[in-house]
């Protein structure tokens, strides 16, 4: 270690105090504190000396620290204007480490991240899903993405077909990567504790292994199917205004509902409805 431990209750409440701050409901801040999880991030990442690592919010620089020890090359958003200046000092000496003050949102992530890389980041759970979205959506050179998220979120990320959790974001997810649970976060390992349980998740980015002609299509008919998912198929597409005859020749059984469907089944869907 080239510093002391961040992640620690004790040093987490000292750097709070000598910097006036307070966590940010409105940006979803909560301070991990606890060294085991910040380790088994870390590990679950499978990061190696050298690796790419775009890391989204650095608060402090708990996880930040784990990650430069573990060798990683660390490129850190940063959107809270109060924090580049504790940043500076938590983390100063390490050359590893760069800071871009911004909204992940609007920043180009292919200009900043042009080689592959690495997501590790603890998610503000109010944006959560539209991050990784925004990840998964726009062809980066992105190898894996592991991220703390509500644990809520980590079930529907990787439900399976029939569940009742299943949906949008689950296809969205699991159509670009294999996702799985690492592990579950109390909320005690958090200053000031979540009023939730958090899942640490892997994503590890890969391609479709079925053939999909135009994926932002075959996105928008999966967010129709389930936006009335408690509608069968054909009423649930034909009222987003998908040609009904199309729907009726996919050959998929029309009276089921969109969380019966497979990956598969809608990529066949799709390509019926985009003929």
């Known amino acids: 270690?080239?510093?002391?431990?961040?992640?620690?209750?004790?040093?987490?409440?000292?750097?709070?105090?000598?910097?006036?701050?307070?966590?940010?409901?409105?940006?979803?801040q909560n301070f991990l504190i606890d060294a085991d999880i910040v380790r088994q991030t870390v590990e679950a990442a499978?990061?190696?000396?050298?690796?790419?690592?775009?890391?989204?919010g650095a608060g402090i620089g708990t996880l930040t620290q784990g990650l430069l020890e573990a060798g990683a090359k660390v490129t850190a958003v940063e959107v809270d204007k109060k924090l580049p200046a504790v940043l500076k000092e938590t983390l100063a000496g390490y050359e590893n480490f760069k800071l871009v003050e911004g909204d992940i949102l609007k920043i180009n992530i292919a200009e900043l991240m042009p080689q592959k890389f690495k997501v590790v980041a603890n998610l503000p759970y109010y944006i959560t899903t539209q991050i990784l979205l925004t990840l998964l959506e726009k062809n980066l050179p992105v190898t894996k993405i592991v991220t703390m998220v509500q644990r809520e979120v980590a079930e529907r990320m990787t439900a399976a077909p029939g569940s009742k959790i299943y949906g949008a974001l689950s296809v969205a997810v699991q159509f670009r990567s294999e996702p799985r649970i690492a592990f579950e976060v109390a909320p005690e390992c958090f200053l000031p504790p979540p009023e939730v349980t958090s899942a640490v998740v892997v994503c590890n980015?890969?391609?479709?292994?079925?053939?999909?002609?135009?994926?932002?299509?075959?996105?928008?008919v999966v967010r129709s199917a389930f936006a009335q998912r408690r509608k069968t198929l054909i009423n649930a597409l034909a009222g987003a205004g998908f040609n009904r005859e199309?729907?009726?020749?996919?050959?998929?059984?029309?009276?089921?509902?969109?969380?019966?469907?497979?990956?598969?089944?809608?990529?066949?869907?799709?390509a019926a409805l985009k003929n």
Do not use: Q, W, Y
């Open 1 to 28: 270690m080239l510093h002391p431990l961040i992640a620690d209750p004790s040093a987490t409440r000292h750097i709070l105090k000598k910097f006036k701050l307070r966590a940010v409901k409105g940006l979803g």
């Open 46 to 56: 499978e990061i190696c000396a050298g690796d790419e690592v775009l890391e989204i």
């Open 205 to 220: 980015v890969r391609k479709p292994n079925f053939e999909v002609r135009d994926e932002d299509f075959f996105i928008k």
């Open 246 to 270: 199309k729907i009726l020749a996919s050959g998929i059984d029309v009276t089921r509902r969109a969380e019966t469907l497979s990956l598969e089944e809608f990529a066949k869907l799709a």
